[in-house]
């Protein structure tokens, strides 16, 4: 606050939170994380938790592709680049895909009756918390680390 009682904006360098997460190492970490929550949804599928099927079951030629755990690769692979994430920047091109594509399955699926308001509201906002965090990151402005030279010895005037 201001002498005057009015907000100041606060800027997106400064927040401290926003950089911690923009670390491409956390993004990794994070991805991966809301992978293996992707998996374990999959995986209790029985549960009011994560899905509930109302003991209903998938059917279909392909219906076992519904629930094929493709989370677990994302994350193995989000781990092994978080090792070293300037040696992997694809993977962050990957994370844009996959988000994008999160959100617009979930907002599909709940256009076409398959999912309640309430099923998709969180993987939504997670989705697009992701999303703009890497967004941030491919195209955001990038700190330029300014190399600092050696002074050299001056020659007397």
Not at 78 to 85: E, K, Q, T, V
Not at 123 to 146: M, Q, S
């Amino acid at each position: 606050m201001t002498e005057g009682g009015e907000a100041r904006p606060v800027s997106v360098d400064t927040n401290a939170l926003l950089k911690a997460l923009q670390r491409p190492r956390v993004m990794l970490i994070l991805l991966a994380a809301w992978d293996i929550i992707g998996a374990l949804a999959e995986f209790f599928s029985s549960s009011g938790i994560f899905a509930d099927l109302h003991g209903e079951e998938i059917n279909g030629a392909l219906g076992g592709r519904a629930l094929s755990w493709e989370a677990i690769p994302l994350a193995a692979l989000y781990i092994y680049a978080a090792r070293d994430p300037a040696r992997f920047p694809f993977v962050f091109w990957i994370a844009l895909i996959e988000q994008a594509a999160a959100i617009a399955a979930n907002i599909y699926h709940w256009g076409a009756g398959d999912f309640s308001i309430e099923s998709i509201i969180i993987p939504i906002i997670v989705a697009a918390g992701l999303l703009v965090l890497v967004f941030l990151h491919l195209f955001g402005p990038k700190e330029r680390a300014v190399a600092q030279e050696p002074s050299a010895p001056q020659a007397p005037e």
